[in-house]
């Protein structure tokens, strides 16, 4: 699996925690890892700092586009699902590293709090 993140300005850390999520259960269920393509400094930063590096495989060179690649689509959810998302996102993130743990663990906590 490619993660394209070229034209990514910003990201969240719900983003990055479902990006965690989905590279750990590539990691379990097929003993693959998946690679990101970051060609924005910033964005690179913001991965390593997070300890992407320990879970995917960072390239900051562009994509070769001559492949056949599709998008994931968007799913419609109520807010409940996407609530529980968030909290299993971050959750996921604090798994990587004690700094994520301590950086995430109040904004768990008040997301299960408010449910």
Known sequence: MI???T???GIDSTALGLLAKMAIQLRNRFNVSPTIIST?????RIL?????DLICEIVEQPLNKDGKFDE?????E?????KQKVI?????LMTLSDENRIEFQELV???KAGR
Do not use: K
Request: aromatic share 2%; charged share 20%.
């Open 3 to 5: 993660v394209d993140l």
């Open 7 to 9: 034209e990514t300005q």
């Open 40 to 44: 924005n400094s910033d964005i690179t």
């Open 48 to 52: 390593t700092s997070m300890s992407f």
């Open 72 to 76: 994931l689509c968007q799913l419609d």
């Open 78 to 82: 109520n807010e409940d699902s996407l």
């Open 88 to 92: 299993e996102a971050h959750q996921t």
């Open 109 to 111: 906590s008040a997301l």
